[in-house]
């Protein structure tokens, strides 16, 4: 049961870098989002997607991209990292219309410096 | 106002104590209210969840529901130091977009002591 699976899970960046944080679920999720968490702030969702070709802003969209190509992945990229975006980054997904559990991966842990 | 509100802890309690969480919330469409626990570096996962108002119940824990006062509970009974954690209150609407997203506390940090 490989379940939610991100990668990379540690990764440091200097300022003005592009990367990519995949997300790969297995269990058929039409809904995937991307989270960040800061301390004192919470969970704050970034960007979501309800299904292949459908992407939709968060609380905190600005400095990143997202596409959902197929129904398994759903990439987060920042294209100019920035101090700021140091952070944990979760992906999280679940079914829609069946019950209210999202899963969670086991995080990104992103310093940009 | 933040839609939601949860005291940040820390919470220190001894084993065996009764655990009291909450949140309250200023957004009236929000239906579905859930409990997150979070252990040190991990992702959170689904504790339990509730619809609209009233209790619901899982062994040690109880979830609670007042909408009338924006007002939710997780109640721990007989804590135990693998509950040391934090939890994170997260709830969501019914309608339209609003139903895709999940708004989250900032989580409590509990600590129970052997």
């Known amino acids: 049961n490989a379940g939610v699976t991100q990668t990379p899970k540690f990764q440091v960046l200097k300022t003005g870098q592009s990367m990519t944080l995949q997300c790969a679920q297995d269990?058929?999720?039409?809904?995937m989002s991307w989270y960040r968490q800061d301390p004192g702030m919470g969970l704050r969702l970034i960007h979501y997607?309800?299904?292949?070709?459908?992407?939709d802003q968060g609380e905190v969209p600005n400095g990143y991209n997202v596409s959902r190509s197929t129904t398994e992945d759903f990439p987060l990229r920042l294209l100019s990292a920035a101090p700021s975006q140091t952070s944990v980054y979760f992906c999280?997904?679940?079914?829609?219309?069946?019950?209210?559990?999202?899963?969670f991966g086991e995080g990104s842990w992103l310093t940009v410096v | 106002q933040k839609e939601v509100e949860q005291d940040p802890g820390p919470l220190s309690v001894p084993e065996g104590a009764i655990v009291s969480l909450n949140c309250t919330y200023s957004?009236?469409?929000?239906?579905?209210f859930m409990w997150y626990r979070q252990y040190s570096r991990k992702g959170p996962e689904l504790l339990m969840y509730t619809y609209s108002s009233g209790n619901k119940e899982d062994g040690r824990f109880t979830a609670q529901v007042d909408k009338s006062s924006k007002y939710i509970s997780l109640f721990i009974r007989d804590s135990q130091p693998s509950d040391s954690a934090t939890y994170l209150c997260a709830m969501r609407s019914n309608s339209g977009g609003s139903n895709y997203k999940l708004t989250f506390g900032k989580g409590t940090l509990l600590t129970v002591n052997p």
């Open positions: 997607s309800v299904g292949a070709g459908i992407t």
């Open positions: 999280a997904s679940r079914k829609l219309n069946s019950g209210n559990t999202i899963y």
């Open positions: 957004n009236s469409a929000f239906q579905y």
């Open positions: 269990m058929n999720h039409e809904y």
